[in-house]
């Protein structure tokens, strides 16, 4: 069975640069979540898909992150503008019941 | 709201030998999921084990076993017969039972940075 696929793997830009990352999530998961997990902690859900609708996404910075999950399969979640404090590495994971993480993608804002 | 503490930001055993990672949640909930995760250098977060509120039996799986003491908040993973693969982050995750599936949020702690000295 095929994994939570996420790219790029790794994106260094300057801040008030714009970037995109993309997941692709087990078939048939209803479910979508990302995550941001900066270093030295435990990640932290951004948002939160149920198929193409979503559920939570009370901890996204709305200011300057969006996310879509069109057709209910693939998400694209986008920075625009960056800041420093959002190196991170940004976690895509989806679940039918157990939920199932990607490589992530490691941010590194300059 | 709720929170995990782990206490212990490293740790390091020789292999073969057991370790012990301690996990401290609070809640008012009665009905919730315990989890362990690893996130080895690839970044990957792996399932390592889960533990259901309501059970009182600790979970085991293979050489990782819990400690479950749900009147103290309590939740430890037990790891013997140490191997070099063990070698990781480790995070504790505690999930609130909602009766909307799908709709439950996972809250981790700061996790405990594990090596296995050979």
């Known amino acids: 069975e095929a994994g939570v696929a996420q790219s790029p793997r790794y994106k260094i830009i300057e801040k008030r640069q714009s970037v995109a990352f993309w997941c692709n999530p087990i078939s048939g998961h209803a479910t979508l979540y990302w995550y941001q997990q900066i270093l030295g902690q435990g990640p932290k859900l951004l948002i939160q898909f149920q198929n193409n609708g979503v559920v939570d996404d009370s901890q996204l910075p709305k200011d300057r992150f969006s996310a879509e999950r069109l057709k209910g399969v693939d998400s694209t979640l986008k920075i625009q503008p960056a800041k420093l404090e959002d190196s991170a590495v940004y976690l895509c994971?989806?679940?039918?019941?157990?939920?199932?993480f990607g490589p992530g993608t490691r941010l590194t804002v300059l | 709201a709720q929170t995990v503490t782990q206490s212990q930001p490293e740790m390091s055993v020789q292999e073969a030998e057991t370790v012990t990672l301690s996990c401290t949640y609070d809640t008012s909930e009665n009905n919730y999921y315990l989890f362990w995760y690893k996130q080895p250098p690839s970044r990957q977060m792996i399932l390592v084990i889960r533990q259901e509120a309501y059970k009182q039996q600790n979970a085991t799986e293979n050489r990782f076993s819990v400690n479950f003491q749900k009147a103290a908040k309590s939740f430890s993973l037990k790891i013997s017969d140490s191997q070099l693969g063990d070698t990781a982050m480790y995070f504790c995750a505690f999930m609130k039972l909602i009766s909307n599936f799908g709709n439950e949020k996972l809250t981790f702690g700061t996790g405990t940075r594990l090596t296995i000295i050979p």
């Open positions: 994971a989806s679940s039918l019941g157990r939920r199932y």
